[in-house]
Antibody, heavy 118, light 110 residues
Framework: VQMVESGGGVVQPGGSLRLSCAASGFTFSNFDLHWVRQAPGQGLEWVAFIWYDGSNQYYADSVKGRFTISRDNSKNTLYLQMDSLRAEDTAVYFC????????????WGKGTTVTVSS | QSVLTQPPSVSAAPGQKVTISCSGSSSNLGRNYVAWYQQLPGTAPKLLIYDNTKRPSGIPDRFSGSKSGTSAALGITGLQTGDEADYYCGTWDSSLNVYVFGTGTNVTVL
């Protein structure tokens, strides 16, 4: 079971970036998924959550209206579209799979780094 | 911002026991299971405890979890230098419809 993030990089304030998370080793379409981030030297911050079928999404207040979580079950891939980026969005972004019919995160990717700077 | 409160740090000598507390509210810990995550320096978090007390395969029984009302705790017995890490509690908040993490606790083995 593996989750691998990609798409991080350096972007200017106000810019956009799309993160991807490729999953393998399990039936992707059966599980809900999270994005979690960690700013330098800080704790974990939950970002977004999507149901197994993509029908419902939930967001932290800090990203609501700017970030969009989505998934393509035919490609076993999770996405995070990040628009109107701010300096405070600078962080390592992790994707994580949930346990069966649960919210807890049982498999995590290694993370991808997003830096918002001019 | 975190809505689950943890002590910033705990420490003990090798072989000893530490307990990390996690305090929440009726809308999060009071209604939902707690999970605990371990983050070793420079690595991704790893699930330690789920559904309050259960350990995933491969997690030693030195790690244990408990929950009562709006508080939870993680216990680590037989402390080892390899246990030096940051530990986070986490759960769903049913009123806010968000997942919440604790503020995090750094464990130091003296």
């Amino acid at each position: 079971v593996q989750m691998v993030e990609s798409g991080g990089g350096v972007v200017q304030p106000g810019g956009s970036l799309r993160l991807s998370c490729a999953a393998s080793g399990f039936t992707f379409s059966n599980f809900d998924l999270h994005w979690v981030r960690q700013a330098p030297g800080q704790g974990l911050e939950w970002v977004a959550f999507i149901w197994y079928d993509g029908s419902n999404q939930y967001y932290a207040d800090s990203v609501k209206g700017r970030f969009t979580i989505s998934r393509d079950n035919s490609k076993n891939t999770l996405y995070l579209q990040m628009d109107s980026l701010r300096a405070e969005d600078t962080a390592v972004y992790f994707c994580a799979k949930t346990g069966p019919r649960s919210y807890y995160m049982d498999v995590w990717g290694k993370g991808t780094t997003v830096t918002v700077s001019s | 911002q975190s809505v689950l409160t943890q002590p910033p740090s705990v420490s003990a000598a090798p072989g000893q026991k530490v307990t990390i507390s996690c305090s929440g509210s009726s809308s999060n810990l009071g209604r939902n299971y707690v999970a605990w995550y371990q983050q070793l320096p420079g690595t991704a978090p790893k699930l330690l405890i789920y559904d309050n007390t259960k350990r995933p395969s491969g997690i030693p029984d030195r790690f244990s979890g408990s929950k009562s009302g709006t508080s939870a705790a993680l216990g680590i017995t037989g402390l080892q230098t390899g246990d030096e890490a940051d530990y986070y509690c986490g759960t769903w908040d049913s009123s806010l419809n968000v997942y919440v993490f604790g503020t995090g606790t750094n464990v130091t083995v003296l």
